[in-house]
């Protein structure tokens, strides 16, 4: 291992992993976590920079608190990342130059990098830290990856939507709202996305179903956005059901342990902040709650502690959202 600061980082992580397994050794896994945030403040202070490796211990770090339950810190680490990457792309103004990160290890991190931050401004309910473009797509045909997700465009519209959903947040508190231009451009990520095409060459178990719940979570994260800013409007509204239910037809496609379902959380949260029926509900819950069991991720229980709060307020017709839930427990999310 190249990198004494990078080592320490995955032997925190898998430290982590064995604690979640044998509750004797937390307390190691505590002592290989501190040592690992040592190295990485020595080598982000050292004067020989090393903004990959900076990046991917950053990004460990992110992944290791969020699995952990972490509420958090592991946002903090996700800053931290997007810090390093301004340190050595930011040339000022809105200008971005990526080409540090133009190797395969650069790419992998920047599109790893672009999904945690996405994934990040959805839970928020704001815009993703870092907002310049397509940053991470450098030209490849890109198939759904269990790992990044789903594929490179379907990503961007997600987060178009959230930038959408910030400016229009913004705009509400300011005089001459236009709620036509925003209507606009709420119907043309709403085709983008309906055009939308998975790449089915790549006939890897279950992630072609994992692509389309991504879609229908992207569709359902864009009517959410609008039900919350124009209550009144019913024309997004009426589609969110159908939407819900085509991700549940495609949760029972994917086989038990399979892969995917690592990556399963962000289109099973969307959907059960969104649907009303039982029978989905109960899907979801059992989805959940099985992943945690078998994978030890335990951003999946987080997760769904939010949904049974949002379904136990429901049944006593409370018109509330997640955010509502999340901001009375004061958490940052991470539905990655």
């Avoid at 133009?102 to 920047?110: R, V």
């Avoid at 979570?217 to 059901?241: D, I, N, Y």
Wanted: with cysteine; aromatic share 8%; hydrophobic share 40%.
């Amino acid at each position: 291992m190249d990198s004494p600061a990078f080592l320490d980082t995955i032997i925190a992580w898998s430290s982590t992993h064995l604690a979640q397994l044998e509750a004797s050794y937390e307390r190691l896994a505590l002592q290989c976590r501190g040592r690992a945030l040592r190295s990485l403040a020595t080598l982000i202070s050292s004067a020989k920079r090393e903004p990959e490796i900076e990046i991917a211990c950053c990004l460990v770090q992110c992944a290791l608190e969020s699995i952990s339950g972490d509420t958090r810190q592991w946002f903090t680490h996700l800053v931290g990342a997007n810090e390093v990457m301004g340190s050595v792309c930011h040339k000022g103004d809105a200008t971005w130059d990526i080409s540090p990160f133009s190797s395969f290890e650069g790419q992998w991190l920047l599109r790893s990098f672009a999904y945690h931050d996405i994934m990040a401004a959805v839970a928020a309910d704001t815009r993703p830290l870092l907002v310049a473009g397509h940053y991470w797509f450098f030209g490849e045909k890109e198939p759904p990856d269990s790992l990044f997700g789903v594929g490179s465009r379907l990503l961007f519209l997600i987060s178009e939507t959230s930038v959408l959903n910030a400016d229009m947040i913004q705009s509400h508190l300011q005089e001459g709202f236009i709620k036509s231009a925003f209507r606009e451009m709420a119907l043309r990520l709403e085709k983008e996305l309906l055009c939308w095409k998975c790449d089915t060459g790549d006939q890897s178990e279950g992630l072609v179903d994992l692509a389309e719940m991504y879609r229908n979570a992207a569709l359902l994260h864009l009517h959410r956005v609008v039900r919350l800013t124009f209550p009144g409007s019913v024309e997004f509204q009426t589609k969110a059901p159908s939407l819900a239910h085509g991700i549940i037809e495609r949760l029972r496609k994917i086989p038990h342990k399979s892969l995917v379902e690592s990556s399963l959380l962000f289109p099973l949260f969307i959907c059960g902040g969104e649907t009303r029926h039982p029978d989905d509900i109960e899907a979801i819950r059992t989805k959940m709650k099985s992943i945690v069991v078998s994978r030890h991720l335990y951003n999946y229980d987080c997760a769904l502690r939010v949904l049974e709060e949002l379904w136990q307020l429901r049944l006593s017709n409370k018109e509330v959202d997640w955010r509502d839930v999340l901001d009375r427990r004061k958490w940052k999310l991470s539905i990655v």
